[in-house]
């Protein structure tokens, strides 16, 4: 008998997708639906000061200005009404209904936009202390099968050119550098910028990663890179950043659907339910299908076909129900494939267990803060249990008990 050992060398070999530069793109446009849904974090918004918008009539580019944030409205029409939205992990929202009429274009204002396509909140560019003094520009996605920003670098080089002149500008950051695949290095050298070479293999393109590999700052347990002034924005973003510094507005989102159907590019208006999209695709949903913002690795599940489209929604995958690998409620067996393939050398088969049974306090001592997020260890679990849902449900209590506590 060849007995296994419990450490190896050889992760499994996830690869990222990358495009042709050469390659042609077709992007196909989702008509403006009658009705459209912004999602607005509540803990930004005081008691109150949103309903008073109902009934009234908003313009295409309007500026609305709240106590501690504005947004911009991607379409004309009326509030028709506000209602509490509760997303991931219990993150509470206003979801703010338009009822769309044809559009009338306002002219953007001055100022750094609270939000554009790529980035729902640019804010921490501006107030975040100590301030971020080294901006990467992301040229590839973190997740797994989503090419958005790759396109983006590809189509809108020029502007993404003048986002980086307006960020140098606005937010006062000195060094920016971007993160490509190597299939665009040749493509991005031009920029003036350090280029960043990713390896085309998961999880590379994780911010953390960057940080810890290319940069050589390992990120602190419990902190974010914007604890060391390092900040990491999307080239859409950046793109959408160098067309509002022209006096021009960005308020479609690129999103690569992904189904049985086909890979597709979209552009969808901010607010646009994922009904509308599905319908002009051509996709089908059934009963028990699965509905994926973001990647397969760190993407979330959504359960509502009236979920609109935000800033950030990169992807979405759906996934056929008999596709799916249920998890499962088993203990762990203490197999060792997750403390194999985990890029940060988290002893996962010992937190999983504090965790399991809400420990999660105690979880601490066993690197729960140190987790970078990239999902390899419900991958490669053989019991089927969902490890990164119970990192993610363990951050997210160890949280609420700071925000009580304070």
Same mark, same amino acid.
Request: one cysteine or more.
């Given at each position: 008998?060849?007995?296994?050992?419990?450490? @190896?060398?050889?992760?499994?070999?996830?690869?990222?997708?990358?495009?042709?530069?050469?390659?042609?793109?077709?992007?196909?446009?989702?008509?403006?639906? &009658?009705?459209?849904?912004?999602?607005?974090?509540?803990?930004?918004?005081?008691?109150?000061?949103?309903?008073?918008?109902?009934?009234?009539? #908003?313009?295409?580019? &309007?500026?609305?200005?709240?106590?501690?944030?504005?947004?911009?409205?991607?379409?004309?029409?009326?509030?028709?009404?506000?209602?509490?939205?509760?997303?991931?992990?219990?993150?509470?929202?206003? !979801?703010?209904?338009?009822?769309?009429?044809?559009?009338?274009?306002?002219?953007?204002?001055?100022?750094?936009?609270?939000?554009?396509?790529?980035?729902?909140?640019?804010? /921490?560019?501006?107030?975040?202390?100590?301030?971020?003094?080294?901006?990467? =520009?992301?040229?590839?996605?973190?997740?797994?099968?989503?090419?958005?920003?790759?396109?983006?670098?590809?189509?809108?080089?020029?502007?993404?050119?003048?986002?980086?002149?307006? =960020?140098?500008?606005? !937010?006062?950051?000195?060094? /920016?550098?971007?993160? $490509?695949?190597?299939?665009?290095?040749?493509?991005?050298?031009?920029?003036?910028?350090?280029?960043?070479?990713?390896?085309?293999?998961?999880?590379?393109?994780?911010?953390?990663?960057?940080?810890? &590999?290319?940069?050589?700052?390992?990120?602190?347990?419990?902190?974010?890179? *914007?604890?060391?002034?390092?900040?990491?924005?999307?080239?859409?973003?950046? !793109?959408?950043?160098?067309?509002?510094?022209?006096?021009?507005?960005?308020?479609?989102?690129?999103?690569?659907?992904?189904?049985?159907?086909?890979?597709?590019?979209?552009?969808?208006?901010?607010?646009?339910?994922?009904?509308?999209?599905?319908?002009?695709?051509?996709?089908?949903?059934?009963?028990?299908?699965?509905?994926?913002?973001?990647?397969?690795?760190?993407?979330?599940?959504?359960?509502?076909?009236?979920?609109?489209?935000?800033?950030?929604?990169?992807?979405?995958?759906?996934? @056929? !129900?008999?596709?799916? #690998?249920?998890?499962?409620?088993?203990?762990?067996?203490?197999?060792?494939?997750?403390?194999?393939?985990?890029?940060?050398?988290?002893? $996962?088969?010992?937190?999983?267990?504090?965790?399991?049974?809400?420990?999660?306090? *105690?979880?601490?001592?066993?690197?729960?803060?140190?987790?970078?997020?990239?999902?390899?260890?419900?991958?490669?679990? /053989?019991?089927?249990?969902?490890?990164?849902?119970?990192?993610?449900?363990?951050?997210?209590?160890?949280?609420?008990?700071?925000?009580?506590?304070?």
């Amino acid at each position: 008998m060849i007995k296994r050992g419990f450490f @190896k060398l050889r992760s499994p070999r996830l690869y990222y997708p990358t495009v042709d530069p050469e390659e042609d793109v077709s992007f196909i446009e989702i008509p403006v639906p &009658e009705r459209i849904t912004l999602l607005l974090p509540q803990d930004k918004i005081p008691p109150g000061e949103l309903y008073a918008y109902i009934g009234k009539q #908003i313009k295409t580019g &309007e500026n609305i200005r709240l106590s501690n944030l504005s947004f911009i409205s991607p379409a004309t029409g009326k509030i028709s009404s506000i209602k509490e939205y509760i997303g991931y992990l219990g993150k509470k929202y206003y !979801a703010v209904s338009v009822e769309t009429s044809e559009d009338e274009w306002v002219k953007p204002q001055d100022g750094f936009p609270f939000s554009v396509p790529g980035c729902k909140d640019l804010s /921490i560019f501006l107030k975040f202390h100590p301030p971020i003094n080294h901006l990467v =520009i992301m040229g590839m996605d973190s997740d797994l099968c989503i090419c958005t920003n790759q396109i983006i670098l590809k189509e809108k080089k020029e502007f993404i050119k003048k986002g980086i002149d307006y =960020i140098h500008r606005e !937010a006062k950051i000195g060094i /920016i550098s971007i993160a $490509v695949p190597p299939n665009l290095k040749s493509f991005v050298e031009d920029l003036d910028l350090d280029v960043y070479v990713l390896k085309p293999v998961y999880p590379n393109a994780i911010p953390k990663m960057i940080a810890k &590999e290319i940069l050589k700052k390992a990120i602190p347990q419990g902190k974010e890179p *914007e604890d060391l002034g390092i900040g990491f924005l999307s080239a859409e973003a950046v !793109a959408n950043l160098g067309s509002f510094s022209e006096g021009d507005l960005v308020l479609e989102k690129l999103v690569n659907v992904i189904s049985q159907e086909g890979n597709f590019y979209v552009k969808a208006r901010i607010g646009t339910p994922i009904r509308a999209i599905f319908e002009k695709l051509g996709i089908s949903v059934s009963h028990r299908d699965r509905i994926i913002f973001g990647g397969p690795m760190r993407g979330k599940t959504v359960y509502s076909l009236d979920t609109p489209v935000d800033y950030d929604t990169d992807g979405i995958i759906i996934q @056929k !129900a008999e596709e799916i #690998i249920p998890s499962s409620d088993t203990h762990c067996i203490n197999c060792g494939e997750c403390v194999k393939v985990c890029p940060v050398n988290v002893p $996962v088969n010992m937190l999983v267990r504090f965790l399991e049974n809400s420990l999660f306090e *105690e979880a601490i001592q066993y690197d729960l803060l140190s987790c970078i997020e990239c999902g390899l260890c419900s991958y490669v679990c /053989i019991a089927r249990i969902p490890v990164f849902h119970y990192i993610m449900l363990g951050k997210n209590e160890l949280k609420k008990m700071e925000e009580k506590n304070v």
